[in-house]
């Protein structure tokens, strides 16, 4: 694989994919926040940094692995952003809006 492949595969797979999961992850904690819990946001995990989100093992070690391996496929992760349900303010009635009545209940504890 020369330079000019390696490059054009950067450009083109890896980088629109590592857009994807930063802005992925920091939606999730941007979420939280506005329902009320601000752990992400204290952790610094509500942000377009990358290196915020990546995960030893899931980021990097796995993925190279299954590379190497010539796996036929590629998996990964970014490290989870850490949410306290406890404090999301009427978690209930959020996700009543965006389920419909009869399948929040299911929420309920």
């Known amino acids: 694989m020369n330079g000019d492949a390696i490059l054009y595969g950067i450009s083109v797979w890896a980088i629109p994919v590592i857009l994807a999961i930063t802005f992925h992850e920091a939606a999730h904690g941007f979420v939280a926040h506005r329902l009320g819990d601000d752990t992400a946001y204290r952790l610094g995990r509500?942000?377009?940094n990358?290196?915020?989100h990546v995960d030893l093992f899931g980021t990097i070690l796995l993925p190279a692995l299954l590379l190497?391996?010539?796996?036929?496929?590629?998996?990964?992760?970014?490290k989870p952003v850490p949410v306290n349900f406890g404090?999301?303010?009427?978690?209930?009635g959020t996700l009543r809006r965006f389920y419909g009545n009869d399948r929040a209940g299911a929420f309920q504890q």
């Open 87 to 92: 404090a999301l303010k009427n978690h209930v």
């Open 68 to 78: 190497l391996t010539r796996s036929p496929f590629l998996f990964g992760y970014a």
């Open 46 to 48: 509500v942000s377009a």
């Open 50 to 52: 990358p290196l915020r």
